[in-house]
């Protein structure tokens, strides 16, 4: 029986360069056992609330899923022996979210507002 989860990972940040390659094997492995893939969000590196393995900040990947329990427990082994991830959170949902997430919303508002001021906003007119 197939159920809904959501899972964060937080991976190495001079690892970023091997996240679409974790992604693909990942992603693998989900359809792989029968599951889908409803959601796939790269919220790239953020700011850790606290020290992991002495460093500050993460690469974060968050995946909504629908697999089996076998399938689900193949990805945590491999999450958990994956040097790369630092940590790896999985929550039951009740269905499946597709929309786009509140970091995500967040993390889009502030790139446009960067992309909005200008070059040398720090800069006075001479």
Known sequence: MSRHYEIILLI???QSEQVPAMLERY???ITAGGGK???VEDWGRRQ???LINKLAKAHYLLLNI???QATL????LACKFNDAVLRHLTVQRKKADTG???VLKAVEREEARRA???EHAGERDR
Not at 73 to 76: I, T
């Open 37 to 39: 893939v409803h959601r």
């Open 48 to 50: 850790l609330a606290y």
């Open 66 to 68: 629908e697999v089996d």
């Open 100 to 102: 786009p997430s509140v």
């Open 27 to 29: 992603k693998g492995l």
């Open 73 to 76: 427990s193949e990805l945590e």
């Open 116 to 118: 909005a001021q200008p």
């Open 12 to 14: 190495h940040p001079d």
